[in-house]
């Protein structure tokens, strides 16, 4: 969410009792773990003090986390020509290039007379931010994903401020809060949610889906927000060159009102502080204000997954949902939003009154689904979309044409590091089928692009079956059950 020149531990399941439950009982949430082994771990080269550069932030994340309203009045100073080259270090070497041209190869070689000048100018005021150049992804439904490439000193400029400010904001952020923060995961997330489905009385379910977040936030909101903590108006003055640098689409530049730039370093940052103060804090007030009983909360960026004993609940926080994120710029997807029943007896509950099956949710690249185990017990099953294993294999296809005169072992060095990759992340329990299915699939592709080599070629299943042996991973579990790693690294 950013530009510049060259997508919690409160409760990670939030969760809690019914007001009416007698006395007191002490609300099943998980304790903060706060930034230490996250941000401020020493792994960094050493600055020429000696003195690492992240642990220069120790005295902010400890004025953060004791003194919750206080305003951060000086920080320009910790961006550093040390912390600076950490940033550009820390920038992907093939990344596409911005509109200034410039490559991460080009930019090393002259690399501290480039850091000395991009320093003096970030502190004097001199620094102006370029616009962002606007490229297309496909999404997994066929739509265009669109895309925001920075200049390259925009990015390291981004970056070092990015790390500067989530010294103040990993201190602020909730626990039910994780898309894109030091330490958290999407696993550590559907860990939560699972955790939370399986182990606490969740029967109805909200898929909240936010309309256009990146492209329909409000700027205005966004800097309002960051002024809640940020009193540095240097630091305010680089946001807002970031977000009023406009976008380069065909050779055509425009500048918006709303919005920010998915894809650029800053992006993630912004998006969770926006979305901190128009969501998180209200409906963390929500659940302990007005339900009547348990209350679960995950989100990952701008996907929210709300979970509820029961259905009024479920229907008032929709409600007061969508005027709570109207206020801020921000509206419920009215196709994509859904409460649906959903929990440990909702088949039951279901059946009970002549229902089919429980219907099902995506979250995070996995379908959600009410199953059981060999026993009969009630078995939370997660299996990958098959609208990203679609668009996965239509990439692998795609690359396979490209590749089709090299050799085979070049071949299966590559497609082993994709299935790895794609194993890697989707290897999670219940989804072994998925897993079997991907990798089959990618053995006919690869076995295609050999036939279609040559007229003559014989390239039979069995011989295929022995290639795709000596090169694709065989399909098996990588993640450990939600619950055991859940309860390893939040330890009530």
Known sequence: MTNGREKSDSAVVATKPANNAGKPAAEWV????????????????????????????????????????????????????????????????????????????YYEA????????????????????????????????????????AALEDKIVQRAVVEVLNAIYEEDFLGFSYGFRPGRSQHDAMDALATAITRTPVNWILDADIRSFFDGL?????????????????????????????????????????????GSVASPLFANVYLHYAFDLWANRWRHKEARGNVVIVRFADDIVVGFQHEDDARRFQAAMRERLEEFSLALHPDKTRLLEFGRYAAANRQSRGLDRP?????????????????????????????????????????????????????????????????????????????????HHVTALWRRALRRRSQ?????????????????????????????RFAVKHPR
């Open 110 to 149: 002259g690399l501290e007379e480039n850091l000395q000048r991009l320093f003096s100018q970030v502190q004097c005021g001199a620094y102006r931010a370029l616009p962002v150049r606007r490229q297309y992804i496909p999404k997994p439904d066929g739509k265009q994903r669109p895309l925001g490439i």
């Open 30 to 105: 998980e304790r903060r773990a706060g930034t230490k082994g996250n941000t401020g771990q020493s792994h960094t080269h050493r600055a020429q003090n000696r003195a690492s550069v992240p642990q220069r932030l120790e005295r902010v994340r400890q004025a953060a986390r004791q003194r919750k309203k206080e305003r951060f009045t000086a920080l320009l100073h910790h961006v550093t020509v040390d912390r600076l080259r950490m940033a550009f270090f820390a920038l992907k070497r093939n990344a596409a290039p911005g509109v200034d041209g410039l490559t991460w190869r």
């Open 359 to 439: 219907e099902t949710f995506a979250f995070l690249g996995f379908i959600f689904i009410c199953g059981r185990s060999s026993r009969g017990a009630f078995l939370l099953l997660r299996k990958t979309r098959s609208d990203r294993m679609r668009a996965k294999l239509s990439q692998i296809k795609e690359e396979l044409r490209r590749r089709m005169h090299e050799s085979i072992p070049a071949q299966g060095q590559w497609l082993k590091q994709v299935v790895r990759g794609y194993f890697a992340y989707h290897a999670v329990p219940t989804n072994s089928r998925a897993l079997a299915a991907f990798r």
């Open 456 to 484: 003559k070629d014989g390239m039979t299943w069995a011989r295929m079956k022995r290639i795709a042996d000596a090169w694709l991973p065989q399909p098996r579990i990588l993640h450990p059950w939600p619950d055991r």
């Open 218 to 262: 409000s700027q205005e909101w966004l800097v309002r927000f960051l002024e809640h903590r940020i009193g540095d108006q240097r630091i305010i003055r680089l946001v807002r060159k970031w977000l009023k640098a406009g976008v380069l689409e065909d050779g055509q530049w425009s500048v918006s009102e709303t919005g920010t730039p998915q």
